[in-house]
């Protein structure tokens, strides 16, 4: 069994650099990676790729052969890898044997909440070279700084996670960055557990654009709120804590951190159920979810009284 991650996210959201930094930090770990660009429009990679959709298709010569825009070349080259599922195939085989396999996909979100191309491949892959994938879902994280952006991330997470019914995890990433556009008007872990979004509306009604829409949010934030299926994690990939962490959720949903062990029913469920500090790495693990979380809302994000003493 072959384990990765699929990893996709709105333009800008670090997909590319992330395949970057987990290209360098897995092998630190003890793993081989393999990097597989699905991206046509990506052309200036920072990475070693395996393998590279380019070898098969080119958004350039889809856009000018058949008079196209850069989305409706995107959908047409991911419906052209689809027709010649072979061909990804045959250049992944070689890597199963003992790689982790990173898909780098294309950042048009439609691809993975409206069009069906890129979920077929995916499931494609997984039904015939059975692959045990997660869906490393980016999202900016100077989004949470907006509350109709931040809403709108919310109804695109949600959108994702059913479409493409892989193991999901959703991801602030910059969280770096995470104050560079504004103040948040709540901590942390508003943002990231999605608890309670009628605080947002008292928010949402000072700024003046979202007047005409209120009702419409109101009955959006209802329904994220009713699935309660969407949370975040943080990421800043300049960070090996941070990346540790999120690696370590990433097993633990697509069950890497029963590899290799031989145990009992009761040991399996045991580990399952259990922390997601379970001890599998060769590095420690420095802190349970909830004071890392803490951890990053000290590091990042500064209070009132740090402001005030700066002043």
């Avoid at 992330?18 to 990506?42: E, M, T």
């Avoid at 109101?218 to 009713?226: R, S």
Wanted: charged share 25%; hydrophobic share 40%.
């Amino acid at each position: 069994m072959v384990f990765g991650q699929v990893v996709i996210g709105p333009p800008g959201s670090g997909k590319t650099t992330y395949c970057n930094g987990l290209s360098q930090f897995l092998p630190l770990i003890g793993r081989k990676v393999a990097v597989i660009n699905l991206d046509p429009a990506n052309d200036a990679l920072p990475y070693e790729c395996a393998v590279n959709i380019e070898e098969l298709v080119k958004l350039s010569d889809v856009m000018v052969e058949h008079s196209l825009g850069p989305n409706g070349g995107l959908i047409y080259c991911m419906d052209y890898l689809e027709k010649n599922i072979d061909w990804l195939e045959s250049k992944l085989k070689p890597l199963l044997k003992d790689h982790y396999l990173l898909f780098d996909f294309p950042g048009q979100v439609e691809l993975f909440f409206l069009h069906a191309n890129a979920k077929k491949v995916i499931m494609e892959l997984v039904k015939k070279l059975n692959l045990r994938l997660t869906a490393v879902h980016l999202i900016d994280a100077h989004l949470c700084s907006d509350p109709g952006k931040y809403v709108s991330a919310l109804l695109l997470s949600l959108s994702t996670m059913l479409h493409m019914e892989l193991p999901h995890i959703n991801v602030l990433s910059k969280i770096d960055l995470i104050e560079s556009y504004g103040k948040l008007a709540f901590n942390l872990d508003f943002y990231t557990d999605v608890e309670d979004l009628s605080y947002l509306q008292h928010h949402l009604g000072q700024d003046s654009r979202y007047d005409k829409y209120r009702k419409l949010t109101k009955e959006l934030c209802e329904v994220i709120d009713n699935f309660g299926l969407v949370n975040f994690t943080t990421l800043d990939i300049q960070d090996k804590e941070s990346v540790g962490n999120l690696v370590k959720l990433i097993d633990k949903s697509n069950g890497y951190i029963f590899r290799g062990i031989d145990a009992s029913a009761a040991e399996f469920s045991k580990i399952a159920v259990g922390p997601v500090d379970w001890d599998y790495y060769r590095y420690p693990f420095i802190m349970c979810l909830f004071y890392m979380l803490a951890a990053v809302q000290e590091k990042y994000i500064k209070d009132d009284e740090d402001i005030d003493q700066e002043d």
